[in-house]
Each structure stands twice: as structure tokens, then as C-alpha cells.
């Protein structure tokens, strides 16, 4: 593989908030391994999403550069969400060819960097690579094997293969981990929030056709579990995300405009007369950050 880099640059980018207890290791097995004894990789960039822990610091002491994520491009306004740190990342980055993986992987190994590198290195027709796995559900004393992944079942594989059915074979469609060449990534759209990686499939697709697209299996991912009410809230940002590009194509006729969503949870004391549910309204609005290379040449001094 790294004879096949051929002089090209590659950099692997971690998006990071409140991660301070698995990005130290992430970053130096994938240093050890990838920069140090191979070679492989040239550049290792963790985007802080404003943590509120010491992600930065524990990530810049495994070897990592960090960049926070609104000093990068420092002159647009500031949006939010992964999908953001994702295009601050690509926008700080320099590789030719960009990996991305999250920074809550447990137990990560370095191939879940060179796997996904491998097509792109061995393939020139290949332009975007998406990793899968099982996801076991970890719950007290209990391992679902493939119990992971709640959302993309209940809501991004429906999506899929109701409206974009030639992306129905990918396993994991909201996998964080994924490898595409720079080029390619500077040409599309970014979805600020959760709604970032089915965009990014979406975009993908219309962009290069599925036979530039490949999926690797990278075995198992380990990772923490959010609570039902954070999926619903993720959930909501997909389905906005894949509103807007089925407005895009003319199969919807506008955008959704209302992004609150409502919730209702146990209060832990009872309200008044007794009532055991509290409302919770939360604005799930996505962004939309602009092809990157669009953004640049318009900061281009005129002659």
C-alpha cells in the first residue's frame, strides 16, 4: 500500500466532542502503525468540537495535530454538529486522500484506517469507500451481537431503499468511517448535523455512480450507546438531510420547515396534578455547508 501511494499525501481525520476517554488510544495505534513504522499515513487531524473535557489535549499528546473547529475558516459563521467538524476537518486536512473514522471507537486496530484505504490505493476507478461491521449492543450484563446500529435500521435503511434504492446494499449507510478522494469530497455539500453521513451517500452516488463507489468489512466496532431520546434527535437531522436532497431532485416540492422536534420524557418529580411527562422540544434544523472548493474560490482574492 505504500508503494501505491505513488507521492500522495493521505490524512486521516477524527471529528472529536467529549471524547477524552478513547481518542488518545485511537490516535497512537493509528500513529504507531500507520506514520511511524509504515509510512502510510502522513497526517493524523482531530477536529475538538468544542469539548468540554480534555479531548485536545489528550489527542495532541498521543501525537495528533488539533485544529478547534471554529477557528477553522474562521471568517464563516460558525454552524454545528459533526457534519461541520467533518468539513472543518477536510478544509484543514491536506492529504490527496481523506479517511475519516469517529474518535469513540473502543478496541480500534489499524486496519480499520488501511481498509479503508485499500480500494482507493488499489482501484483508481474507486473514488469513495464506506466501512461496515457488527455492532454489538452492550447492555447490563447482556451482548445483543448485532443489536447496534438502531438507527440505521429504523430509519436510514427505510429511507434508502424507499428513495435511493441502488445504495440498499451498503451494510452500515451511517458508519462514520469512511475513505474518498479529495477531489471528490471538496465537490459535495456536507450536512452540519447527523444527517451528514446519508447525505454524503446520496451526494456520492450522483455525483461519481455507485461503480465508483465500495464498502470494506472491517469486523467489529465497539463504541458507547446513546440514550433513546439522543437517537430520536439524530433520527430527525437524517430525515431532514434526506428531505432536503428529494427536494433537490423535484421528488418532494419544498423542504420541510418545521425542524422542532417534540419529545416527552419521565420528569423526576411528578408536575402539577400529578403528571409523570415532560415536554422536550428541541430544534433539529440541518445546515448545509457548501462544496468546499466552491467556498474557496470565492475567497480568492480577484486579480
Do not use: C
Request: no cysteine; proline share 6%.
Amino acid at each position: 500500500m505504500v508503494e501505491q501511494k505513488d507521492g500522495r499525501r493521505i490524512s486521516v481525520v477524527l471529528p472529536a466532542r467529549d471524547e477524552a476517554a478513547t481518542i488518545g488510544r485511537i490516535v497512537a495505534v493509528v500513529r504507531d502503525a500507520l506514520v511511524d513504522r509504515t509510512g502510510l499515513v502522513d497526517e493524523i487531524l482531530v477536529v475538538d468540537s468544542r469539548s468540554r473535557d480534555a479531548t485536545a489535549e489528550v489527542a495532541r499528546a498521543a501525537g495528533a495535530t488539533v485544529v478547534r473547529q471554529d477557528g477553522v475558516l474562521a471568517d464563516l459563521e460558525p454552524a454545528h454538529g459533526k457534519g461541520e467538524a467533518l468539513w472543518k476537518g477536510l478544509a484543514a486536512s491536506s492529504g490527496d486522500l481523506v479517511a475519516a473514522i469517529d474518535a469513540d471507537l473502543r478496541d480500534v486496530e489499524p486496519d480499520f484506517v488501511s481498509g479503508l484505504l485499500g480500494p482507493l490505493l488499489d482501484d483508481p476507478d474507486v473514488a469513495f469507500v464506506k466501512g461496515f461491521y457488527h455492532r454489538p449492543l452492550i447492555g447490563d450484563g447482556t451482548v445483543d451481537v448485532d443489536g447496534g446500529g438502531r438507527v440505521s435500521e429504523l430509519v436510514a435503511r427505510p429511507l434508502l431503499n424507499l428513495a435511493w434504492p441502488r445504495l440498499a446494499g451498503f451494510v452500515q449507510p451511517l458508519a462514520g468511517e469512511f475513505a474518498a478522494r479529495r477531489e471528490l469530497l471538496e465537490a459535495i455539500p456536507f450536512a452540519t448535523g447527523y444527517g451528514v453521513e446519508l447525505g454524503m451517500l446520496v451526494d456520492v452516488l450522483h455525483r461519481v455512480g455507485l461503480d465508483a463507489m465500495a464498502q470494506v468489512d472491517l469486523g467489529v466496532r465497539v463504541h458507547r450507546h446513546h440514550d433513546l431520546q439522543t437517537l430520536g434527535r439524530m433520527s430527525a437531522q437524517i430525515q431532514l438531510a434526506a428531505s432536503t436532497r428529494l427536494a433537490r431532485q423535484g421528488v418532494l416540492t419544498r423542504s420541510p420547515e418545521a425542524t422542532t422536534l417534540v419529545q416527552f420524557r419521565r420528569p423526576s418529580a411528578p408536575g402539577p396534578g400529578g403528571l409523570d411527562r415532560e415536554v422536550v422540544e428541541t430544534d433539529v434544523a440541518v445546515e448545509e455547508r457548501p462544496p468546499l472548493r466552491e467556498v474557496r474560490v470565492r475567497s480568492q482574492p480577484v486579480a
